[in-house]
């Protein structure tokens, strides 16, 4: 399996995981709230909202094109001080780092 294979199962699963812990389920950004030069856009989406519609878009992209990987990806500390931040529950908590420290390694290491 290609690394860019690999990625796309790794993106499928974070998906699943989303919807399965109801992360999924929300407003597209408006078309404003892309031109953030904040890192994840955090002063115009929440972070499952640049996760789903900025994170996943970009990467499915990659794939799509087989493009080069990035050269470094660290998202999952982001997303578990996020998610404790908000009270998330532990369980849903470490599937969603679990899918996005996947998606990490594979970018980084490739």
């Known amino acids: 399996m290609t690394v860019h294979e690999e990625l796309d199962v790794a993106l499928r699963r974070l998906e699943a995981t989303m919807k399965a812990t109801n992360m999924w389920r929300m407003s597209a950004p408006t078309p404003d709230a892309y031109e953030s030069e904040q890192p994840f856009c955090i002063d115009t989406m929440n972070l499952p909202q640049w996760l789903r519609f900025v994170f996943i878009a970009r990467l499915d992209a ?19 001080t996020y998610l404790a931040q908000q009270g998330t529950r532990a369980t849903d908590r470490l599937l969603m780092c679990k899918a996005i420290e996947e998606i990490d390694r594979l970018v980084t290491e490739n």
């Open 62 to 80: 990659l794939v799509e094109a087989e493009a080069p990987m990035p050269a470094k990806c660290d998202v999952a500390p982001v997303v578990d």
